[in-house]
């Protein structure tokens, strides 16, 4: 198999700590892509352009982070990030389709940014930061360290692994976002989880390690 995704530097995507989690680093050949490169071969496998996208041994692909991450969860014997039924799954699902929102919240903010400063729309960038604020609110209101490690969890750390490195780079966009942001303070509980879970293996062993 063949992933195409953009490699970031000193930053783990989800499908790669799924990819360690589930014993699948020999089996996924990476293929750094970057969907705003005018050459990127993106459209000729996923007509969307965007990255993730898994092609598959048959010449099939899979597109979506969602869909990718539970394909490779369905490839090992370890015990399911996906919970199968139930509260459980159903829990898992949100909390992962929070952190993507969050995650989409951010990125819409960092386009944004590229803009020059007369033509940065500052209350476009202020809606979504807002959105961002509410989903770690909610992050930490959900912070509950007895639950088993789960798909929500790793889209989680992920989603702030990813506002964590990026916000300092908005430093000179002049978009009203302070690059000294702690996305932590006044949410203690959510500090404390992230910290005891992202120094893990399965978040600090990326298939690329270079911008």
Not at 11 to 25: D, K, M, S
Request: aromatic share 10%; net charge negative; hydrophobic share 40%.
């Amino acid at each position: 198999m063949k992933l195409l995704y953009t490699p970031i530097k000193h930053y783990v995507h989800t499908v790669e700590a799924v990819l360690n989690y589930a014993g699948l680093r020999d089996r996924v050949e990476p293929v750094p892509t970057r969907p705003f490169d005018i050459d990127t071969p993106l459209p000729s496998v996923n007509p969307l352009g965007k990255v993730p996208t898994l092609i598959l041994d048959d010449g099939n692909y899979l597109a979506g982070g969602p869909v990718i991450y539970e394909y490779l969860d369905s490839l090992h014997d370890r015990r399911r990030l996906h919970p199968a039924a139930g509260p459980e799954r159903f829990q898992a699902l949100r909390r992962a389709w929070l952190a993507d929102g969050m995650f989409d919240s951010f990125v819409q903010i960092i386009i944004e940014s590229w803009q020059e400063p007369s033509s940065l729309r500052q209350g476009f960038v202020m809606r979504q930061w807002q959105r961002v604020a509410r989903c770690l609110d909610q992050m930490d209101a959900d912070v509950d360290s007895t639950r088993p490690l789960d798909i929500g969890h790793l889209r989680t750390v992920g989603a702030i692994q990813f506002l964590v490195l990026k916000t300092p780079t908005l430093a000179s966009a002049e978009c009203g976002i302070s690059p000294d942001h702690d996305c932590f303070a006044g949410r203690p509980r959510l500090g404390e989880w992230f910290a005891s879970v992202e120094p893990g293996t399965i978040f600090h062993d990326p298939l690329i390690k270079e911008n």
